[in-house]
């Protein structure tokens, strides 16, 4: 499976390893937890032991990815603090989108490894927060931070029965990122998953409340807009297209210039199924795209 792709995933297999015993509030007592990627939900117990991390068989924490290298990077214990160490990597050890060679790692800070995405945890109630990030994993993807594919199917589905006794107009609009193949062979797959967590948060930033934002694809993105019309969301998608056209996406000190393709749709009576009601929104994304793209449909 491509690597674009590993971090859809949305079955959340919760491990545990009791291979170690610990103690509430040992010292150095953490976790690493995959938040994006292959193994997504797994996590690694931590204490006052290295770690390795990488695609080969030797190491501690395993990660099958083609942008993963064989010893890409490795977790140590300095006596008092655990630290992220890149061993001279493909493609880079990133904390926080930063490229680090040595970092000093605190609780919450997210550690991509190629294109897989762990979560540093640590701290009195360190079980607690994994169960907490293992509910959270189950409705919001671990990348960019918004809904995930799997809300968003449940969500739109209810919507959209129930759209059937409310006269009450509902819309959806569906986008994604022009040239994003270019994106990732230019700047690489760290800085693609960067932009695509950028723009989540800038068109999240548009959206008034009420709405449904979610990542359905792997830069594809989907609004479902109940009480607003056709035009209402036509224009809501507009101010999202000009918002990620002004804005500066960066990352590792580039400059990446990033626009969408957006299709909206609202439903109609004939609109049988979730899935008819989908199917036309794509249809002018696929249109917006065909047409010269940056533009909505």
């Not at 960066?250 to 899935?275: K, Y």
């Amino acid at each position: 499976m491509p690597d674009d792709h590993l971090e859809t995933t949305v079955e959340v297999t919760v491990t545990r390893d009791f291979t170690r015993s610990w103690r509430r509030n040992l010292p150095g007592q953490a976790f690493l937890v995959v938040i994006a990627g292959p193994r997504l939900g797994h996590r690694v117990v931590l204490a006052e032991t290295d770690l390795d991390i990488g695609r080969g068989a030797s190491c501690g924490l395993q990660l099958d990815a083609d942008s993963v290298s064989r010893q890409h990077a490795c977790i140590r214990w300095d006596g008092s603090a655990h630290h992220v160490v890149d061993l001279k990597s493909t493609n880079g050890t990133y904390v926080n989108e930063v490229r680090i060679t040595d970092h000093l790692l605190s609780d919450g800070d997210r550690v991509q490894i190629g294109k897989v995405l762990l979560k540093y945890l640590t701290g009195a109630n360190i079980e607690s927060a994994y169960h907490e990030e293992v509910q959270r994993l189950m409705r919001y993807d671990g990348l960019t931070g918004i809904h995930n594919k799997s809300h968003f199917d449940e969500t739109f589905h209810n919507v959209v029965w129930r759209a059937r006794v409310d006269p009450s107009p509902t819309s959806l609009i569906v986008f994604d990122l022009d040239f994003f193949k270019r994106i990732n062979d230019t700047h690489g797959h760290t800085a693609g998953d960067a932009v695509l967590r950028q723009v989540a948060a800038v068109v999240a930033g548009v959206l008034p409340p009420g709405v449904v934002f979610a990542r359905v694809g792997g830069e594809e993105f989907a609004i479902v807009a109940q009480n607003l019309g056709l035009a209402q969301a036509y224009q809501l998608a507009e101010h999202a297209r000009r918002a990620v056209e002004a804005t500066a996406f960066e990352f590792d000190g580039r400059q990446i210039p990033v626009t969408l393709s957006l299709g909206v749709a609202e439903r109609l009576p004939t609109d049988a199924t979730p899935d008819a009601f989908y199917g036309r929104a794509d249809a002018q994304l696929y249109q917006a795209k065909g047409s010269g793209r940056n533009r909505v449909c």
